[in-house]
């Protein structure tokens, strides 16, 4: 959901400096004095300093021609803004529905190789997702849909709730991209490192390359995703500042 917002981004540079600056409800980016504004016309405002002045640092960094591509926290911005402030709770809801089919509880039959690397990664994060959250999810083998108590689903559910718009914009693509509520969870509150959490959603995949060698496209699309996750994480940071 990071890049939903989109931005209007101007064809050329017409600024000297970009520069953060105090605004209700938080902190603004100025450029040349002109305070930002959303693709949707709503103040461009985040809610700390350390989240404006990397989003000032991305307009200041661009050249003649301004690519939006190089500016992920501007664009995450108007989309918290845009998009999750005023739909958070259809956002909320589309994050928290990733509970009832959550990747890491569903374990392939074989080969005993995969079963243990499945195992070995995942357990601990369910075992996390039951003492942190109260959580507990039951594991499958195939891909035959598993019914969850509605216990856990309510308790994971709680803490996609407990976000803030900013936060839920992170959250829904360390979810989104990993396919497991519980890994975007535990990246997003650090009990595990991102790229770790990004190496743990990709067990299978990297498996089966290891089997019958890796596709470039594929191996091209995974690390575009992989760049996005760690963003996402990093976006959290930020906020935490």
């Known amino acids: 959901m990071g890049g939903a917002g989109g931005m209007k981004t101007p064809a050329k540079r017409f600024w000297t400096r970009a520069e953060a600056r105090e605004a209700e409800g938080g902190w603004t980016v100025a450029l040349d004095d002109r305070p930002l504004r959303t693709p949707k016309g709503l103040p461009f405002v985040a809610p700390c300093r350390a989240v404006a002045e ?3 640092e991305e307009w200041d960094a661009q050249a003649e021609k301004p690519d939006p591509a190089t500016m992920p926290v501007t664009r ?17 809801e589309m ?21 243990a690397r499945q195992a070995e990664g ?5 075992a996390w997702a039951e003492s942190r959250h109260g959580a507990r999810l039951i594991c499958a083998e195939g891909i035959v849909p598993v019914a969850q108590p509605e216990a856990a689903l309510a308790a994971l559910d709680a803490a ?9 914009t992170a959250l829904h693509d360390l979810v989104a ?8 969870l535990a990246a997003a509150e650090g009990a ?22 890796e596709d470039a496209e594929a191996a091209e699309m995974a690390e575009r995703r992989r760049r996005e996750f760690l963003f996402a994480k990093r976006f959290l940071t930020l906020l935490s500042r």
């Open 54 to 56: 990397a989003s000032a």
């Open 76 to 92: 995450s911005i108007n989309t918290a803004v845009d998009r999750a402030g005023p739909e958070f709770e259809a956002i909320a």
């Open 95 to 115: 994050v928290a529905a990733y509970g009832r089919s959550d990747l890491l509880c569903y374990r392939a039959p074989g080969p005993g190789s995969l079963v």
């Open 122 to 126: 995942w357990d601990p994060l369910l």
């Open 160 to 168: 996609v709730r407990a976000c803030s718009p900013f936060e839920l």
């Open 177 to 184: 991209l990993s396919g497991s509520l519980v890994l975007g």
């Open 192 to 213: 595990v490192e991102a790229e770790d959490a990004w190496r743990l959603s990709r067990i299978d995949e990297d498996f089966q390359a290891e089997r019958w060698g």
